[in-house]
């Protein structure tokens, strides 16, 4: 069974609407990070977190925010959505030391 | 600016022979490299990793070559299938410091002709 979901799998929001994208993941990992993915640039970090109640800043935060109100739940929230913020996104949870085990994607258009 | 870069964005080799995929990075601070392999419509997946301690990884068919001096890395993949057909990415992350937190190349994308 799939250890890390997300929701949904695809996406269609407007320009200025709110986009949350949710993750869970069943390892009991402490470490969850959410990515984007843009042909060209591999795969960026935009949050990460070390455990329930902490967000940290990626390498490309700007215009996202997250949340993780528990060990197993990490979110991705974008308040104004932009077509710029149109990609596929990935959550991965890991411990610190060790690899990342990947969901399947969200692809997120907006218009 | 990229802190690793892949020099391919696509590669194509006939089924049988030895697919190289180069990777290269900037920090020498770096010493985890993992390979992510990713199937269309799939998030990426641990194929195999190297730590800057050593030169070499074997596991199967796969094998990183690792250069620190140069800090330049290679994926070999030998007698290639159909379906080894995928992105492959270079990735780096300062183990004991950046808590996991890994840098990734733009990816290549390999493909196996029959």
């Known amino acids: 069974e799939a250890a890390v979901t997300q929701s949904p799998r695809n996406k269609v929001a407007v320009t200025g609407g709110k986009v949350t994208l949710s993750c869970n993941q069943t390892?009991?990992?402490?470490?969850m990070y959410w990515y984007r993915q843009d042909t060209g640039h591999g795969l960026r970090l935009i949050h990460y977190?070390?455990?329930?109640?902490?967000?940290e800043k990626g390498d490309i935060p700007d215009g996202y925010k997250a949340s993780r109100p528990s060990q197993e739940n990490f979110s991705l929230i974008l308040e104004l959505a932009t077509p710029s913020q149109t990609s596929v996104y990935f959550c991965?949870?890991?411990?610190?030391?060790?690899?990342?085990?990947f969901g399947p994607g969200t692809r997120l258009t907006v218009l | 600016q990229q802190q690793v870069r892949q020099s391919s964005q696509s590669l194509t080799v006939w089924e049988g022979e030895t697919a190289i995929l180069n990777c290269s990075y900037e920090?020498?601070?770096?010493?985890?490299f993992p390979w992510y392999q990713q199937f269309p419509g799939e998030g990426p997946a641990l194929l195999i990793a190297?730590?800057?301690?050593?030169d070499k990884k074997e596991d199967g068919r796969f094998t990183i070559f690792f250069n620190k001096r140069e800090k330049n890395l290679s994926l070999h993949i030998k007698d290639s299938q159909p379906g080894d057909s995928a992105t492959y990415f270079c990735?780096?992350?300062?183990?004991?410091?950046?808590?996991?937190?890994?840098?990734f190349g733009q990816g290549t994308k390999l493909s196996i002709k029959p």
């Open positions: 991965a949870s890991g411990d610190a030391l060790d690899e990342q085990y």
């Open positions: 390892n009991n990992h402490n470490n």
């Open positions: 977190s070390y455990g329930a109640g902490s967000t």
């Open positions: 920090n020498s601070a770096f010493d985890y």
């Open positions: 190297i730590r800057s301690v050593s």
């Open positions: 990735a780096a992350s300062e183990r004991n410091y950046n808590q996991g937190k890994l840098i």
